[in-house]
């Protein structure tokens, strides 16, 4: 187990350094100790010991900022929950779950298949042999959805790319300063595609195509990378940065292309 999960405290000091980070200067210890579940005497002991430890500094009376060296902390820590969590989902999780795939063929109950990750969708089969397997629960005809248990192995998934394309705002031209040749040639290569505001609709309907999502797009191209589904993502010039912060944060690899006219 990962150590800031050995003790109380550790995961205190966590949420805490969270909270300033997200609330500095101005640090409501009440508000933390609400949040949190404790005390606002145990945050006032906590901060005095993140002070002390380097990982926040004071500004004055209930003025506090994180330094370097705490941020570096809690993205440490942050790694090491993320890859706590993959692991306890993939190695011990999937042996006690259902996972819901689509039958391939028509399968019995208690038959043993191999399970497969195609277009971001999850299937079983008894003959295409892969290095995942699993027991189904009931039985299932072709096409029909089937669970399956004692997942066994690691499931392949496809690489997936994430290219996100730079649509000018209206008051730069809007969709009419779209380089739609670049665009139908991207488009084409990417089985997913998300619009980022209603110049990147109209950008995409120019090439006679309609995105699959619309709203909430940074978090479903996310997804679908996380089910091997590659992406194309057209966002207006001030959605960009936040979308490229998004897919850092998860490490997940990017192009950006520029379809403005130059």
Request: proline letters at 2%; glycine letters at 6%; one cysteine or more.
């Amino acid at each position: 187990m990962i150590e800031l999960l050995h003790s109380k405290s550790g995961i205190t000091k966590f949420q805490i350094l969270i909270e300033v980070a997200a609330h500095q200067p101005n640090v409501r210890q009440k508000e933390i100790a609400e949040k949190i579940g404790v005390t606002p005497q145990a945050v006032s002991e906590y901060i005095k010991e993140l002070v002390a430890e380097g990982l926040i500094y004071s500004e004055g009376r209930v003025r506090y900022r994180i330094t370097k060296q705490g941020v570096e902390w809690v993205l440490e820590n942050a790694e090491d929950m993320k890859r706590y969590a993959r692991y306890v989902m993939s190695d011990i999780i999937s042996h006690v779950s259902t996972w819901t795939a689509i039958a391939r063929e028509d399968l019995e109950e208690g038959k043993e298949v191999y399970l497969k990750m195609e277009s971001g969708l999850l299937y079983v089969s008894t003959t295409d042999v892969t290095n995942a397997t699993g027991t189904t629960i009931s039985a299932a005809k072709q096409g029909e959805d089937v669970g399956v248990t004692d997942l066994m192995g690691l499931i392949d998934l496809e690489n997936a790319s994430i290219t996100v394309c730079r649509i000018p705002r209206v008051e730069k031209g809007g969709s009419h300063n779209v380089d739609v040749e670049r665009l139908r040639a991207l488009a084409k290569s990417k089985a997913y595609i998300a619009t980022i505001g209603v110049e990147s609709l109209i950008a995409l309907r120019r090439i006679d195509m309609e995105p699959h999502v619309m709203f909430g797009a940074k978090e479903s191209v996310i997804e679908a990378a996380y089910h091997g589904l590659s992406s194309l993502v057209l966002a207006i010039d001030e959605e960009v940065p936040t979308i490229l912060s998004r897919l850092e944060t998860e490490n997940l690899e990017y192009e950006l292309v520029d379809l403005s006219i130059q």
